[in-house]
């Protein structure tokens, strides 16, 4: 068992590993976690996927760019491989959150939504990626598929963002208690409301905050 | 009632370039997608059909008494050249190509890759084709393709392109070689075909706005080779390059003040750019257009198009080499007619170089 400095030494490594996009050190010290008793449940929270809310900041604030931001995912998902399986059913306080992602039909932008789903991984849920160019239908029968607390839907272009009441509709149709989320730079807060969607995000740094409001407020799972 | 053109639209842009005075304020659409449904055409049609495509943004261009020439262009070039796979627009919501295949899927594929015949690659043929026409019609060539940045980027995928910049920089570069070398081949066999002096090439960089990269990385992989390209392209003999550095791209205008456009050249900005920014970097050398945002045009009223023009205008409308009104990037497909003739109205309002005939 770590001692509690050697501990927060160990959780202050895996942050620096994933901002300073090394992988080599995210999954050294992820081993040196598991080997010295640090709970894997805490080496990614207050670890691996601190570290990677730290870069979603520096992303906001354009001191790392996209190339960075992959990199440190790169080195997040390096720890989060080794750690993942050792946590205990009982670590998490709640349930694990589930999200469907994708770009809308016709538009093929994903640098901006892969961004998001990092987020959303590094905070713990488990994503659904559909990827781009996503037939409409597809995230309704998506979320009836897995039950998913979220929809995320985005697009890049005026053009595209038109289909997305229509995803929200049939969304809605088939699953009242989904909630809604849209992203990308053609969207806005009202954009947003117009369209019927439950919530916005202007980037993927506030992503995951902006979904776990969203849940609370709808008052549904979260 | 308004007035009237006193030029041509041949006669106003060759006069721009030519450094001579024109009437107006000359109007850019930018509108591919657009020009296709306005016709009644497929939106995919001003890609992969050269007759459709030179036939509808023709008539558009008349119906809108706009004054750029028709292209057949998309963003995504070098992945169908290089040797990947591309789908052409279907549905109601899309608006351009995508690809499908990257030629480009590991390390090992970048050492295998080879310069492709620009005789036969990907939408070259078509290009080609659609040129011809340009010719036949007496009117400027209009040879399309994207920044070596963006090129490499399609020819790998972006997120690929933005690992290798930090961990391979070695295969970065030498995509980078291949597309500028593969624009700089496609560009010989056209100056072969139709002669340097008639050309207007056309490029787009998107990939290498600061929305993906900063500008150093602009400075150490963009840069170099967008300089070089244009230099080698001005040495053939072009007069005019028409470059559209898209999207977010304040901290690289310091670089690409030294690339070299023609005398002069033409770029064009997005709404991300100040037009006055623009007019300080670019307006010795070349003609500014832009940068009216699009999302506006696709979804704002009639009266806020009006008043963006109108304070585009009120900007630019006197930079030293001219300024041409246009989108900020392409126009959507769906973007309503009343709209894009804000923009027109906008030039016929306040366009205007000469004074009133009345005043005079
Ligand atoms: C890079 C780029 C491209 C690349 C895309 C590569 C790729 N694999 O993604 C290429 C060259 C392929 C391309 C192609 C085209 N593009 Co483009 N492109 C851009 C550019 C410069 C940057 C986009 C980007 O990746 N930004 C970086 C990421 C990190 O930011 P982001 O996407 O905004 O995402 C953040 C937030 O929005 C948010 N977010 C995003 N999604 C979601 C989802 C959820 C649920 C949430 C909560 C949040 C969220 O979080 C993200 C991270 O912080 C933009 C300019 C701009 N202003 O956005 C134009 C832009 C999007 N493109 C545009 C156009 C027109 C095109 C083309 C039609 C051009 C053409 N002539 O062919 C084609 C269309 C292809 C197609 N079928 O989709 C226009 C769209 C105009 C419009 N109609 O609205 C833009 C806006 C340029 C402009 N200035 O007008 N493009």
């Not at chain 1, 229509?166 to 969304?171: A, D, L, N, P, T």
């Not at chain 2, 399609?154 to 593969?182: F, Q, Y």
């Not at chain 2, 923009?343 to 009133?356: H, I, L, P, Q």
């Amino acid at each position: 068992m770590a001692s509690a400095e050697r501990t927060q030494e160990i959780l202050k490594g895996l942050r620096e590993a994933v901002v300073a996009y090394d992988e080599e050190a995210a999954a050294r010290l992820s081993k040196a976690a598991l080997a010295e008793g640090v709970s894997a449940y805490d080496a990614v929270r207050q670890g691996l996927a601190a570290g990677m809310e730290k870069v979603g900041e520096m992303f906001a604030k354009h001191e790392y760019f996209v190339p960075e931001v992959l990199l440190c995912s790169d080195a997040l998902y390096a720890g989060l491989d080794i750690l993942r399986p050792h946590i205990r059913a009982g670590d998490a306080s709640e349930v694990r959150k589930q999200i469907v992602l994708g770009t809308v039909e016709g538009d093929v932008h994903d640098i901006g939504k892969n961004l998001v789903k990092i987020m959303f991984e590094a905070a713990g849920w488990l994503v659904h990626d559909l990827g781009t160019d996503v037939k409409l239908e597809k995230f309704a029968e998506e979320q009836a598929r897995t039950n998913a607390d979220i929809v995320g839907l985005s697009a890049l272009m005026t053009s595209t963002m038109l289909a997305m009441p229509r995803v929200i509709q049939m969304i809605k149709a088939r699953s009242p208690g989904a909630a809604v989320m849209v992203g990308g730079a053609p969207l806005s807060p009202e954009i947003a409301r117009q369209y019927g969607a439950d919530g916005y995000a202007r980037n993927a740094g506030e992503a995951v905050r902006e979904a776990v409001n969203m849940l609370s407020r709808l008052g549904t799972k979260g | 009632m308004a007035r009237q053109d006193r030029m041509t639209s041949p006669e106003r842009m060759a006069d721009l370039l030519g450094g001579r005075p024109i009437d107006r304020v000359p109007l850019f659409l930018f509108a591919k997608g657009f020009s296709a449904v306005n016709v009644g055409y497929p939106v995919a049609s001003v890609v992969n059909d050269p007759e459709k495509s030179f036939r509808a943004q023709v008539w558009t261009q008349e119906m809108y008494g706009h004054d750029e020439e028709p292209r057949l262009s998309y963003a995504i070039y070098g992945g169908w050249e290089f040797g990947g796979e591309v789908k052409f627009p279907t549905g109601e919501f899309a608006q351009a190509p995508s690809i499908s295949r990257y030629p480009v899927q590991s390390e090992a594929d970048v050492e295998k890759l080879k310069l492709p015949d620009v005789k036969t690659a990907g939408i070259l043929p078509l290009m080609m084709e659609f040129c011809r026409l340009q010719e036949k019609a007496g009117r400027p060539i209009v040879p399309s393709f994207e920044s070596p940045f963006t090129t490499a980027g399609n020819i790998c995928g972006v997120s690929t392109l933005c690992r290798w910049m930090l961990k391979r920089p070695e295969l970065v570069h030498r995509l980078l070689r291949l597309a500028t070398d593969h624009v700089l081949e496609m560009m010989r066999y056209w100056v072969e075909t139709f002669g340097a002096e008639r050309l207007r090439p056309n490029e787009g960089a998107p990939t290498e706005s600061n929305n993906m990269i900063s500008a150093k990385h602009f400075a150490e992989f963009a840069f170099p080779y967008v300089k070089e390209l244009h230099g080698k392209l001005l040495a053939m003999g072009v007069k005019h390059i028409a470059s559209h550095i898209c999207g977010e791209q304040n901290a690289n205008l310091p670089y690409w003040a030294q690339v070299p456009m023609g005398d002069p050249g033409i770029v064009s900005f997005g709404h991300e750019v100040d037009l006055a920014t623009a007019v300080k970097y670019f307006g010795d050398t070349c003609v500014i257009a832009g940068n009216i945002q699009p999302a506006v045009i696709q979804t704002g009223t009639p009266e806020q198009v009006y008043q963006l023009c109108g304070q585009a205008l009120a900007k630019a409308k006197y930079a030293p080499r001219g300024f041409i009104l246009m989108p900020g990037c392409e126009l959507s497909p769906l973007t309503p007619p009343h709209n894009v003739y804000m923009m027109k109205k906008a030039v016929t309002d306040f366009g205007w170089y000469e004074a009133v005939p009345s005043d005079v």
